[in-house]
């Protein structure tokens, strides 16, 4: 089955404990991103990659960091979480095919305190 | 600076009437705008896109009107169906970038 996987599903961590958050995609896609969903504002991509070793900022980059050392793999770190962290993280893939059509994981919720 | 918006956050429709949920962007370089639907507690997903080189995309009982003078889509949902209440997100895109910019999505309710 076609699919992006996301884990942890939930997590609560304390400010300043470094956190990954993995991503795996099983379609062989080119592309990967991030983003975050706040009430309100949407969904906002932290980063996005276009193909392995290929990475760039999205809109707020800040505070996070991601690598994309292998294609399938895209995960993301937080090396000091904050509270204004606290959200949900979507990873999405899609192929450079495709046009921009991206496939997303179920999500992340994830609580700073 | 918000590049792409949807200035109702929520919609409630009759079921079988038409649902029209609205969309407005800024960036002229925008050439490939898409739909995406939620629903809680799971990612969102792909419904139907168009591309800037047209006017007019359908699938089924979906279809997306692109007024690119205006900078404004929408997304029409004939006949409107319970199951249709979500949250739908438009987005856009510059080329084929895998850079998406999102809307801050509309949250549509079907009542039988």
């Known amino acids: 089955e076609a699919q992006v996987t996301q884990n942890p599903r939930y997590l609560i961590t304390v400010t300043g404990k470094k956190l990954t958050v993995t991503c795996s995609q099983n379609?062989?896609?080119?592309?990967m991103s991030w983003y975050r969903q706040d009430p309100g504002l949407g969904l906002r991509q932290i980063y996005y990659s276009m193909n392995v070793e290929v990475t760039d900022k999205g809109d707020v980059p800040e505070g996070y960091k991601v690598s994309r050392k292998e294609k399938r793999n895209f995960p993301l770190i937080l090396e000091s979480p904050s509270p204004n962290q606290t959200s949900l993280y979507f990873c999405?893939?899609?192929?450079?095919?495709?046009?921009?059509?991206?496939?997303f994981g179920p999500g992340t919720r994830l609580t700073v305190t | 600076d918000q590049q792409v918006k949807q200035n109702s956050p929520s919609l409630s429709v009759q079921e079988g009437r038409i649902s029209i949920l609205n969309c407005d962007y800024t960036?002229?370089?925008?050439?490939?705008f898409l739909w995406y639907k939620k629903y809680p507690a799971e990612g969102p997903t792909f419904l139907i896109s168009i591309s800037s080189i047209k006017d007019k995309n359908e699938d089924g009982r979906f279809t997306v009107f692109l007024n690119k003078s205006a900078k404004h889509l929408s997304l029409h949902i004939v006949p409107s169906q319970p199951g249709d209440s979500a949250v739908y997100f438009c987005?856009?895109?510059?080329?084929?970038?895998?850079?998406?910019?999102f809307g801050q999505g509309t949250t549509l309710q079907v009542k039988p």
């Open positions: 379609m062989n896609h080119e592309y």
């Open positions: 987005a856009a895109s510059a080329r084929n970038t895998g850079k998406l910019i």
């Open positions: 999405a893939s899609s192929s450079s095919r495709s046009g921009n059509e991206q496939y």
């Open positions: 960036n002229s370089m925008f050439d490939y």
